[in-house]
């Protein structure tokens, strides 16, 4: 298995435009998670899945941030309109199921810069 | 709620000198306990797991054991490489009632000069 897919690997984007970004979790897991890393607040968690449907968004900062995961393979988290404070690594993990759910694949991240 | 406190560094060393990053958490229930490595320009892997008291986890020559009485996970190695050089997280995951993604530590940055 390729792991977890996310692109792009990176983003540049002036403030106000929208951004999107996407991950491809490994085939199979039933949980999908977002994350943001800031040199400020480390490693948030923003919002996971389970089976398509999302369980927990309370780390979502903001209604411009969305997420969304319209089948087993694919999810995307939309920025709309972005800000500089945007700027972050943001990572999408998935994980295989109840029994073990809690050891989560990470993906190599987007790493965003708002101008 | 749930918190990981970890040293943030950076940590230096020489090559074959001996490694502890402590790590002291806070969690209702009984968490299960985790390192995670993110080398550069990647993303965070699974080190090693411990997920009840006493258990020790271990990988690649790395060890931490899961002290309940102390509240502590110190990641511990006996020989670091330069190849170890990375950003280690400590995380717990609680499993209960709230969100069941992973509580992190802010990162320890390590550096082992050859």
């Known amino acids: 298995d390729a792991g977890v897919i996310q692109s792009p690997r990176h983003e540049v984007t002036e403030m106000g435009q929208e951004v999107t970004l996407r991950c491809k979790p490994i085939s199979g897991h039933d949980y999908l998670f977002w994350y943001r890393q800031t040199m400020m607040r480390g490693l948030e968690l923003l919002i996971y899945f389970n089976n398509n449907v999302p369980i927990d968004d309370s780390g979502m900062p903001e209604d411009r941030f969305s997420a969304k995961m319209p089948n087993a393979s694919f999810s995307t988290l939309k920025i709309q309109p972005s800000e500089p404070r945007d700027s972050a690594v943001y990572f999408c993990?998935?994980?295989?199921?109840?029994?073990?759910?809690?050891?989560?694949?990470f993906g190599p991240g987007t790493r965003l810069t708002v101008t | 709620g749930n918190s990981v406190t970890q040293m943030e560094g950076p940590v230096t060393l020489s090559e074959e000198a001996f490694l502890t990053i402590n790590c002291t958490y806070t969690?209702?229930?009984?968490?299960?306990l985790f390192w995670y490595v993110q080398y550069p320009g990647e993303g965070l892997q699974l080190l090693l797991k411990a997920t009840k008291a006493d258990d020790k986890g271990s990988n690649k020559g790395f060890e931490a054991t899961y002290r309940k009485e102390t509240t502590s996970f110190h990641l511990e190695k006996g020989s670091v490489q330069v190849s170890d050089s990375a950003v280690y997280f400590c995380a717990l995951s609680d499993g209960g009632g709230g969100a069941d993604g992973l509580t992190f530590g802010k990162g320890t940055h390590l550096i082992i000069q050859p």
């Open positions: 969690a209702t229930g009984y968490p299960s």
């Open positions: 993990a998935s994980s295989l199921g109840l029994h073990i759910r809690h050891e989560q694949y």
